[in-house]
């Protein structure tokens, strides 16, 4: 079993940054691949973001394409979110996943809030 623990949302003006952690427990983490997640009101989740277990590739929806990146720190069991130039349509509840082949985990989420 892996638990995970988003945290680093918040509400922050449009052009401006926060960086999400999605801390895992568990001592295979490096072996899972990692997404990052959202979901805002009346909508679809999406997917935003995705690091392979090795830390590469990357890649990325294109709407946040040059503003966001994902990274890991597998000596932490971290996988993080840094969003720069953040829009009002950011807004949205993130969501941190693991997989590897049919195992799958979520977390419980991190409201980020962007005021134009």
């Known amino acids: 079993q892996v638990h995970l623990v988003e945290s680093g949302g918040g509400l922050v003006q449009a052009g401006g940054s926060l960086r999400l952690s999605c801390a895992a427990s568990?001592?295979?983490?490096?072996?899972?691949?990692v997404g990052w997640f959202r979901q805002a009101p009346g909508k679809e989740r999406e997917s935003v973001a995705l690091i392979w277990w090795n830390g590469a590739p990357t890649t990325y929806t294109d709407s946040v394409k040059g503003r966001f990146t994902i990274s890991r720190d597998n000596a932490k069991n971290t996988v993080y979110l840094q969003m720069n130039s953040l829009k009002p349509e950011d807004t949205a509840v993130y969501y941190c996943?693991?997989?590897?082949?049919?195992?799958?985990?979520w977390g419980q989420g991190t409201q980020v809030t962007v005021s134009s």
């Open positions: 996943n693991l997989f590897r082949g049919a195992d799958e985990y």
């Open positions: 568990g001592r295979t983490f490096s072996r899972y691949c």
